[in-house]
C-alpha cells in the first residue's frame, strides 16, 4: 500500500471510527446471465443502496466491496461504506471461474481486517454473498477445491459467513460442495427481495454487538 493510501485510509478511519460489518457481494457475469438476469441484477444492487442508506447507523457501519467473475475476477468496487456505494452497471460474458473468484474475495476479506487492525477499527464477521447462475467452468478442479477449503476453515473459525445463491439454472448440488451453509435458490429473478433482505439482515447485525449471535429473517426469496 503506497503512503498516500495508508493517509487516505486513517482519514477515513479518523473520521468515521465505528465498528465495521463488511460484505463481499461475488457476483456470477458469465456470459449465461446475458440479458434478463444481469438486468435484473442491476436493478436489485440499486435497491441494495437505497434500503441500506434509510438507516444512518448501518450506511456508516456496512462496508460493500463487489467482485465479478468470468473469465476475469474484477474487483469492481473496494471495500466502501453504505453511505458513498454507487451501484455499477454490470455486464455479463465468458466462463465461470468461481474458485479463482472466491479466493479472491477470501483475500480481499483478510487484507481488510488488517487494515481494521492497523487503525484499531473493531469488526463484525464479514460476509461473502455469491450469486451464480451455474457452476464452476474453464478453471483447474484443484483452484475450486482449494477455495471450499478455504470456505470450510474460515466457517469454522467464525472467519467468515459465506452464502451462496443459485439463479434460474445453477447447480445447486455443485454449490453444496464449496459453501458450508446450504446454498439457497432465487425464485425467478427476485433480486429486489434479495437484496432487501440482504440490507435487511447487514443492518441487524450493525446494530448489534460484536460477536453477537443475530437471528437473520427467512428468505422469503429463495427455496432450499
Known amino acids: 500500500m503506497s503512503d498516500t493510501m495508508k493517509i487516505e485510509e486513517a482519514v477515513e478511519f479518523a473520521e468515521n471510527p465505528e ?3 463488511p460484505c463481499v457481494l461475488l457476483l456470477d457475469t458469465s456470459g449465461s446471465m446475458q440479458g434478463s438476469p444481469i438486468e435484473a441484477l442491476n436493478q436489485g444492487l440499486i435497491t441494495f443502496k437505497n434500503d441500506l442508506v434509510k438507516d444512518p447507523l448501518a450506511s456508516r457501519r456496512v462496508e460493500v466491496a463487489i467482485i465479478t467473475f468470468d473469465n476475469v475476477i474484477n ?4 471495500f466502501i461504506t453504505a453511505d458513498k456505494f454507487e451501484p455499477p452497471i454490470l455486464t455479463a460474458q465468458g466462463q465461470t471461474f468461481m474458485g479463482t473468484a472466491i479466493n479472491a474475495a ?3 476479506i483478510q487484507a481488510r481486517k488488517a487494515h481494521y487492525r492497523a487503525n484499531g ?10 450469486i451464480t447462475d451455474g457452476e464452476p467452468q474453464g478453471e483447474p478442479q ?6 471450499a477449503r478455504r470456505i470450510n476453515e474460515d466457517e469454522a473459525n467464525k472467519r467468515v459467513a459465506f452464502f451462496a445463491v443459485g ?3 445453477a447447480n445447486m448440488e455443485k454449490l453444496k460442495t464449496i459453501s458450508v451453509r446450504t446454498p439457497v435458490k432465487l425464485v425467478g429473478l427476485n433480486f429486489t427481495d434479495m437484496f432487501i433482505w440482504l440490507s435487511r439482515s447487514t443492518q441487524a447485525v450493525s446494530h448489534s454487538k460484536i460477536d453477537d449471535q443475530v437471528a437473520l429473517p427467512p428468505p422469503g426469496w429463495a427455496t432450499v
Not at 474487483?75 to 473496494?78: A, G, L, N
Not at 477499527?121 to 455469491?130: C, D, N, T, V
Request: proline share 7%; net charge negative.
Open 167 to 169: 439463479v434460474e439454472n
Open 142 to 147: 484443484d483452484i475450486i477445491e482449494q477455495a
Open 121 to 130: 477499527i473493531a469488526y463484525y464477521r464479514p460476509w461473502i454473498f455469491m
Open 106 to 108: 477470501l483475500d480481499m
Open 75 to 78: 474487483i469492481v468496487q473496494d
Open 19 to 21: 465498528p465495521r460489518c
